[in-house]
């Protein structure tokens, strides 16, 4: 397994998180991947690799350019204006405002770009997405050139990220940009199989119309869980790439037989689908320890998920999306792993 990881994404030191009507530390922060590491190298699970600048080219492939430009000079346009705090969101062109101009002030554009408002924009931010990206890129790249499975220890995480929108947590759509990446030197149809407790609504969006990604989610039901406005059974792609999204809401609580058995539908499709490559968005937040989420893993059933996600049989790279019980996330990371060098 080669490891990718890089110290910049510490870079995101943000202090804020509007989380039920509170500003708290961030659910989101630099020791997960802290912890992570330290359990990987503990665990001797493969080799550690830092990536290469790959540069904004990959970037600006899934997303937009003038959203790329706002992530940039988000934080200084704020500190410029003379805010206090860090950049939080609180104005939306919502469903009876205008949504057809790109506002020209900081704290408008704010909500043009942002979905959500629990996570906020502060200094290093941009940096720590760049190399977030860059961590994806190279695991990817590494997976292309071998054809052996790659780990991509991501953060800040991506698959809320949307072609012009961050939120939960997430800028550039790391998987998104792995994926094209993938197809750009030769794979014709690449799954992203995401399972993270949360719907991956970004990495659905940059690809609904698109029949060379399969995007594939099992997620708590979003009827009341975020996103809450995305993740539903009935969302399964638009044009040509209608039948290459499904969804698969599970309700809180859902017991690990559910889920498994939900797992080999999504592996079952991957086969049918004929696809040439595995992008996993891996979010350990499914734990039954974590502290914003509903599902009931523990850390031994990690290493069965590890196992099963071999049944793909594809070249394999998996990226870190979720997970916020610290304690634990890196044990559970490394059991996946290990789980996955186990079943090849
Ligand atoms: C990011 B990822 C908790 C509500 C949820 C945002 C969750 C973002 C999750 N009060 N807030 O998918 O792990
Ligand atoms: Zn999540």
Redesign the pocket.
């Known amino acids: 397994m080669h490891i990718f990881y890089s110290d910049k994404t510490r870079l995101r030191q943000a202090r804020t ?1 509007l ?2 009507g509170v500003l708290v530390a961030p ?2 922060c630099p020791e997960r991947v802290d912890l992570v590491l330290k359990q990987l190298q503990q665990a001797a699970v493969g080799e550690l690799f830092e990536p290469r600048a790959f540069g904004l080219e990959p970037v600006l492939a899934v997303h937009d350019a003038d959203y790329v430009n706002f992530l940039a000079d988000c934080w200084h346009e704020w500190v410029a204006a003379g805010h206090e705090g860090e950049a939080i969101p609180n104005i939306w062109p919502a469903r009876t405002l205008r949504g057809d101009r790109i506002p020209r002030v900081v704290s408008a554009k704010l909500g043009y770009y942002a979905l ?1 408002a ?2 906020s924009i502060s200094e290093g931010t941009f940096e720590a997405a760049m190399a977030s990206k860059d961590v994806a890129l190279g695991a990817v790249e590494q997976t292309l050139a071998t054809g052996e499975p790659s780990f991509g220890l991501c953060r800040p ?1 991506g ?2 990220a949307a072609f012009d929108q961050f ?4 800028f550039f759509n790391n998987a998104a940009i792995a994926a094209q990446r993938a197809l750009a030197s030769g794979k014709r149809r690449v799954a992203i199989l995401d399972v ?5 609504n970004g990495t659905q969006q940059i690809f609904y119309e698109r029949d060379d990604v399969l995007f594939i989610s099992l997620h708590g039901d979003p009827e009341v ?3 809450y406005y995305s993740g539903y059974a009935d969302e399964t792609g638009r044009g040509s790439g209608e039948g290459f999204n499904t969804n698969y809401p599970l309700p809180p609580g859902t017991t690990v037989d559910t889920w498994m058995a939900t797992l080999d539908n999504a592996l079952a499709r991957i086969k049918e689908a004929q696809c040439d490559m595995l992008i996993v968005s891996l ?1 350990v ?1 499914i734990f039954e320890g974590d502290p ?2 509903a599902f009931t893993f523990t850390s031994g059933d990690f290493s069965l998920l590890g196992q099963r996600l071999t049944q793909a049989g594809l070249p394999t790279v998996l990226l870190m ?4 019980a610290v304690d634990d996330i890196g044990i559970n990371v490394v059991n996946v792993l290990q789980g996955f060098k186990q079943g090849i």
């Open positions: 998180e989380h039920d659910f989101e959500a629990e996570t995480p698959h809320h939120g939960g947590y997430c993270d407790f949360h719907h991956g869980t975020f996103p979010g937040d914003i989420s999306e979720g997970g916020y």
